[in-house]
């Protein structure tokens, strides 16, 4: 099955600096890359996807680009602020399967 | 707009003992999923509902754990008897179908002494 890899576990950085956090996946025929942002005592929610076609998505502050061939993809956050701090999660989910796998996640703090 | 809502938000009872947990998903959603999550790991499926009807529980520990979703809307997921290593957060997600994106509840933390 799916396996999905996430790095680093914890990041920090100063605020207005970029973070950028790594997934790699193993199952080539996943389609769909979600990121999701958990704040403590909440689920999480979803901040930007990609699907397959795509390289790169960009919203605002945060992109997220992919790179098929080597199956991984990553988040960007630029400009970091303080309100960014929290845990952030990849996902894949195979073509048909409907099933999302999730990375281990990555608890990323932003530094006044 | 609702979110998904779950409760209790926290559980705390002893080993052995039988727990549940109550999901109401977003109004008009039709898929419906209950997720483990361990501290400090991502969320895992136990399994998706469609409508009332269970399409993937292949990831639900079926002698100790159980869930129906009574005329697709409201959930429950029931342990019995709980163990010491179900202590984790136990969250629900619906979606408007199994292509959209999931929205999650705010989970119920059980803790199992």
């Known amino acids: 099955g799916e396996n999905v890899e996430q790095h680093p576990s914890t990041l920090s950085v100063q605020e207005g600096d970029s973070a950028v956090i790594k997934c790699t996946y193993s199952d080539s025929a996943s389609n769909y890359f979600p990121w999701y942002k958990q704040e403590l005592g909440k689920g999480p929610q979803l901040i930007i996807d990609?699907?397959?076609?795509?390289g790169e998505k960009k919203d605002q502050r945060i992109a997220v680009t992919l790179n098929k061939t080597a199956k991984h993809f990553s988040l960007h956050i630029t400009e970091t602020q303080p309100e960014d701090s929290a845990v952030y999660f990849c996902a894949a989910k195979i073509q048909g399967a409907q099933k999302l796998v999730f990375g281990q996640g990555t608890r990323l703090t932003i530094n006044p | 707009e609702a979110g998904v809502v779950q409760s209790p938000r926290y559980k705390i009872i002893e080993k052995k003992q039988p727990v549940a947990f109550w999901c109401n998903p977003i109004s008009g959603h039709n898929t419906l999923y209950w997720y483990l999550q361990n501290l400090g790991q991502g969320p895992e499926l136990l399994i998706r509902?469609?409508?009332?009807?269970?399409?993937?529980d292949s990831q639900l520990p079926k002698d100790r754990f159980s869930a129906e979703r009574l005329k697709g809307v409201d959930s429950t997921l029931k342990i019995q008897p709980a163990e010491l290593g179900d202590s984790a957060v136990y969250l629900c997600?619906?979606?408007?179908?199994?292509?959209?994106?999931?929205?999650f509840g705010p989970g119920t933390r059980l803790t199992v002494l």
């Open positions: 990609i699907r397959s076609n795509v």
């Open positions: 509902y469609e409508n009332e009807e269970a399409v993937d």
């Open positions: 997600a619906s979606s408007l179908g199994a292509n959209n994106e999931q929205f």
